[in-house]
T-cell receptor, first 114, second 111 residues
């Protein structure tokens, strides 16, 4: 099992460019999440999706949009990237609502905005 | 909003010494989870505590949930170099599917 797969692993953008981070899980989880982690900091929740067809804002949603394409996939879009969005982005999924609620994380996507 | 504070922020210990990190919430928690993140890695689930006063052990790790369910601790006995990393407590926001991470404690173990 691949678990949670994120692409790309690394990306460099110029200010104002747009991009989409892709996330897919093969564990049949209902809930999916996007976090960002700045250097030396904890993880902050950007958006989450409790189930297919629903999305909700987390702690730091400004500047981002999400799409829950289907049960497997949850993408994060930066419409106009800013240097403040330089960070490591983690996607996670959970069986919350289906059983044990532990989070399973992808390997992360390191984004640099120049 | 919810805040989950952890102390200390950093801890350097000699190999073999004990280590404890504390997690405090401003609200009563339904449950709390603990994760470990190795340098350059992603968070990995360690354990979930649900009951007031609950204590769980995993080999050298002891997890405790406060009686009032507002705080939690992780204690590592006789640290090893493999314990290096950042330890996070995570609370589930009541009535939602949000998981809010604590500020984390970064542990360095000196051989």
């Amino acid at each position: 099992n691949a678990g949670v797969t994120q692409t790309p692993k690394f990306q460099v953008l110029k200010t104002g460019q747009s991009m989409t981070l892709q996330c897919a899980q093969d564990m049949n989880h209902n809930s999916m999440y996007w976090y960002r982690q700045d250097p030396g900091m904890g993880l902050r929740l950007i958006y989450y999706s409790a189930s297919e067809g629903t999305t909700d804002k987390g702690e730091v949603p400004n500047g981002y949009n999400v799409s829950r394409l289907n049960k497997r996939e949850f993408s994060l879009r930066l419409e106009s990237a800013a240097p403040s969005q330089t960070s490591v982005y983690f996607c996670a999924s959970s069986r919350k609502g289906q059983g044990s609620g532990e989070l399973f994380f992808g390997e992360g996507s390191r984004l640099t905005v120049l | 909003g919810q805040q989950v504070m952890q102390i200390p922020q950093y801890q350097h210990v000699q190999e073999g010494e004990d280590f404890t990190t504390y997690c405090n919430s401003s609200t009563t928690l339904s449950n709390i989870q603990w994760y470990k993140q190795r340098p350059g890695g992603h968070p990995v689930f360690l354990i979930q505590l649900v009951k007031s006063g609950e204590v769980k052990k995993q080999k050298r790790l002891t997890f405790q949930f406060g009686e009032a369910k507002k705080n939690s601790s992780l204690h590592i006995t006789a640290t090893q170099t493999t314990d290096v990393g950042t330890y996070f407590c995570v609370e589930e926001a009541s009535g939602t599917y949000k998981y809010i991470f604590g500020t984390g404690t970064r542990l360095k173990v000196l051989a």
